[in-house]
């Protein structure tokens, strides 16, 4: 495969893992990626329901392909995070989590997994870090 051929609009989904609440575990979010790879190196947009809703701007992704093997960090316009009552939270002020996606293309899609860390502050002062993780795939749009 060539840059030419990974570059391009891409449609897949991802579904978030255990450490989420009932309300969205094991539940997967439909996605299209716009990329362009040069020389391996792949930049692009990524439009989901989690962002599209929310946000003016689409999701941006940097990362690279080489070989089968993709790396990217997808980024929204700025921090956006569920409360206790799964309600949407956006927070301007602060920029967007990196989200790191990594996979394989094989058979004719990309099959991977994503991670994020998120980090807050409790009542008393202390900072409590979780890592979100989850699977996702996809495959080019003819």
């Not at 569920?82 to 899609?109: A, L």
Request: with cysteine; net charge negative.
């Amino acid at each position: 495969m060539n840059d030419q051929f990974f570059s391009g609009k891409w449609s897949g989904h991802y579904m978030y893992g255990d450490t989420y609440p009932d309300g969205i575990r094991h539940t997967s979010t439909p996605f299209i990626i716009n990329m362009t790879v040069i020389n391996g190196n792949l930049k692009g947009t990524c439009e989901d329901i989690f962002g599209t809703n929310v946000f003016e701007d689409t999701a941006v992704i940097t990362g690279f392909i080489e070989d089968n093997f993709t790396s990217f960090i997808k980024e929204y316009p700025c921090l956006m995070q569920f409360d206790e009552h799964m309600q949407r939270k956006v927070f301007p002020e602060f920029p967007s989590q990196k989200i790191h996606y990594s996979g394989v293309f094989e058979d004719g899609k990309f099959v991977g997994e994503w991670d994020m860390d998120m980090s807050f502050e409790d009542h008393d002062g202390n900072i409590i870090t979780i890592m979100h993780a989850g699977t996702w795939v996809m495959e080019k749009c003819s």
